[in-house]
């Protein structure tokens, strides 16, 4: 099981399904696929299979989230490691 913890989200997946979140964040391009916001900052928004959810993530906060997930597998090997 991975955990994913970035400010104020904290996600959870099966090793597969964290697989492939990551594939989506690391294949998004910010700035292709950045908008103005009504504060005037660019951000990218990352859907979720729930409709109802978005997250929406400035370039720095982007840059950020996709440490954190390579933290988190790095992490993951570490755990691996020390279980052995």
């Avoid at 990551?22 to 928004?45: A, H, M, T």
């Avoid at 988190?72 to 020390?82: C, F, G, T």
Wanted: proline share 5%.
């Amino acid at each position: 099981m991975y955990y994913l913890w970035h400010n104020n989200l904290l996600l959870n997946f099966s090793m597969d399904a964290f697989a492939a979140f990551r594939g989506v964040v690391f294949s998004l391009p910010f700035q292709k696929n950045s908008l103005p916001f009504p504060d005037e900052v660019e951000r990218i928004i990352l859907h979720t299979p729930n409709d109802d959810i978005c997250f929406a993530f400035c370039y720095e906060e982007f840059e950020n989230f996709k440490l954190a997930i390579e933290e988190s597998i790095y992490m993951n090997e570490v755990y691996q490691l020390m279980a052995k």
